[in-house]
C-alpha cells in the first residue's frame, strides 16, 4: 500500500465539469463533513448547516434542470458524487438522496408555474425535503396507504401519519401521497407540503442502531389544509408519480452503499498499515491481504453495476431491473464489507475510537430502505422469470 495511506477513487467521468464537481465534492467532505463526523453522529446532531454549503456548492440538485438552479448532470456523475459524500457520512450522502428523491416529483410532473414557484429553492439549498409514502402499516405495500387528502373548496385537508420519514420534523417540505380517491394505486395523489404548514408535526426521531445523526420520525397531519395549486400532477397519479422515482432512488441508496463500504476498507487499511504484529505490519500477512483482495472486489462489481444502470437511465432505456439489482449487490456487500473491516481492526474496530463499528452499524439500514434487499428479490425474479402464477 503507498506510505501515505489509501488513494482516493480511480474514477471514469464523461467531462471535465463532472471531474471538477468530484474535487469539489471530496474537498467539502474533506473540509466541512469528515472532521466532525464522528462526534456529531454519537450526539444525533443532524448537520443541516452542511446541506446548505453543498446546495451553495450546486451539489443538491445535480440531475435535475439548469432552468432552475440543478447541475443538469448525468445520473452517472449525481451517484458517484453520493458515493463520495457517504464515504465520509452516511447521514450526508442518504440526505442527498432523500432530498433529491423529494424534489422528482416537482421536478418532472409539476407545471411551468410550480416550478418558477418551488424549484429554484429546492434545490439550490434553501429548502431541505423530504419524501412521504411509508405508514405505520404501509412500508413494503404502499399502495395500501391510507392517509387521506379531502377536497375542500380550492383546498386539500390531509389527515394520517407517515412512518419511516428520513428529516422528519426538520424538511422544509414534504412530498406527501395521500389518498383522493378508492382504495389500490389508482386512488392516490401527490401533494407538495410546507414545513410549517398548520396541524403538521414530527414525533421524537427513532432511536436507531446507526445513522443516528439524520432524523427518522412519524410525520402527523391532523387537518393540514394544502391549496389544490400544491397537488402535483393529476388527481390519482401519484401512486405512478412514485413509482417513477423508486428505480432512481435505490440507485442512489446503491451509491450510498458503496460509499460506506469504500469508507470502512479505506478505514481498515490504515489500521493495517500502522498496526505492527510479531515485527511487521499487518497488512503483510497473507490472510488478512486475502480478505481485503475479497473487499476490493466486491466493491468495484457493485460500483460497476451502479454505475451500468445509470448510464441505462441516461439513455433513457429501461433500469428497473438492473437497479433492482444494483440496491441488492451493493447493500449486501457494505453489510459483509463493513463487517470484515471490523473484523481485520480486531478488538480496536470494535470501539467507537475508530469509525469502522460506525459504518457496520450504518450498512445494515441500507438493506432496508428503498424496498428491502427481499422486495428487491422479487422485483428481479419477475424481470427475469416472470410475474409469480395466481393459481
Not at 401512486?239 to 441508496?253: E, Y
Amino acid at each position: 500500500m503507498p506510505a501515505d495511506g489509501p488513494q482516493p477513487v480511480e474514477r471514469h467521468l464523461p467531462t471535465e465539469e463532472a471531474r471538477d464537481l468530484l474535487g469539489l465534492t471530496r474537498d467539502i467532505a474533506a473540509r466541512e463533513i469528515r472532521p466532525r463526523a464522528a462526534e456529531e453522529e454519537d450526539a444525533g446532531r443532524f448537520p443541516r448547516e452542511v446541506f446548505t454549503t453543498i446546495g451553495a456548492a450546486g451539489l443538491l440538485g445535480l440531475p435535475y434542470p439548469a432552468e432552475h438552479g440543478g447541475g443538469e448532470q448525468p445520473y452517472e456523475v449525481y451517484l458517484q458524487v453520493l458515493e463520495e459524500l457517504a464515504a465520509v457520512r452516511l447521514t450526508v450522502g442518504l440526505g442527498v438522496s432523500v432530498h433529491t428523491l423529494a424534489c422528482h416529483a416537482l421536478a418532472e410532473f409539476g407545471t411551468k408555474t410550480q416550478r418558477a414557484e418551488h424549484l429554484d429553492a429546492m434545490l439550490g439549498g434553501e429548502l431541505l425535503g423530504a419524501y412521504c409514502l411509508s405508514e405505520p402499516s404501509a412500508g413494503s405495500d404502499a399502495a395500501s396507504l391510507r392517509t387521506r387528502a379531502t377536497r375542500d373548496g380550492d383546498d386539500w385537508v390531509i389527515e394520517g401519519t407517515k412512518a419511516w420519514i428520513t428529516h422528519g420534523g426538520v424538511a422544509d417540505f414534504y412530498t406527501v401521497l395521500a389518498r383522493t380517491g378508492a382504495e389500490g394505486p389508482r386512488g392516490i395523489t401527490a401533494f407538495l407540503v410546507p414545513g410549517d404548514a398548520q396541524g403538521l408535526s414530527a414525533a421524537a426521531p427513532e432511536r436507531k442502531m446507526g445513522l443516528k445523526g439524520s432524523p427518522t420520525a412519524q410525520v402527523h397531519f391532523d387537518g393540514v389544509r394544502v391549496p389544490d395549486t400544491r397537488r402535483v400532477g393529476e388527481e390519482g397519479q401519484g401512486f405512478s408519480i412514485a413509482l417513477s422515482a423508486l428505480d432512481s432512488g435505490r440507485l442512489g441508496i446503491a451509491a450510498c452503499a458503496i460509499g460506506v463500504a469504500q469508507g470502512a476498507l479505506d478505514e481498515a487499511l490504515r489500521f493495517l498499515a500502522e498496526r505492527r504484529q510479531f515485527g511487521r505490519p499487518l497488512v503483510d500477512f497473507q490472510g488478512l491481504r486475502f480478505m481485503v483482495a475479497d473487499m476490493a472486489t466486491a466493491i468495484e462489481a457493485g460500483r460497476a453495476l451502479y454505475l451500468a444502470a445509470a448510464r441505462l437511465r441516461d439513455a433513457g432505456q429501461p433500469f428497473g431491473k438492473q437497479a433492482a439489482m444494483a440496491k441488492l449487490l451493493c447493500t449486501d456487500t457494505a453489510m459483509k464489507v463493513t463487517t470484515d473491516a471490523v473484523q481485520l481492526m480486531g478488538g480496536y474496530g470494535y470501539t467507537a475510537d475508530f469509525p469502522a463499528e460506525r459504518y457496520m452499524r450504518e450498512a445494515k439500514v441500507l438493506q432496508i430502505v428503498e424496498g428491502t434487499n427481499q422486495i428487491q428479490r422479487m422485483v428481479i425474479a419477475r424481470h427475469v422469470a416472470g410475474p409469480e402464477s395466481r393459481g
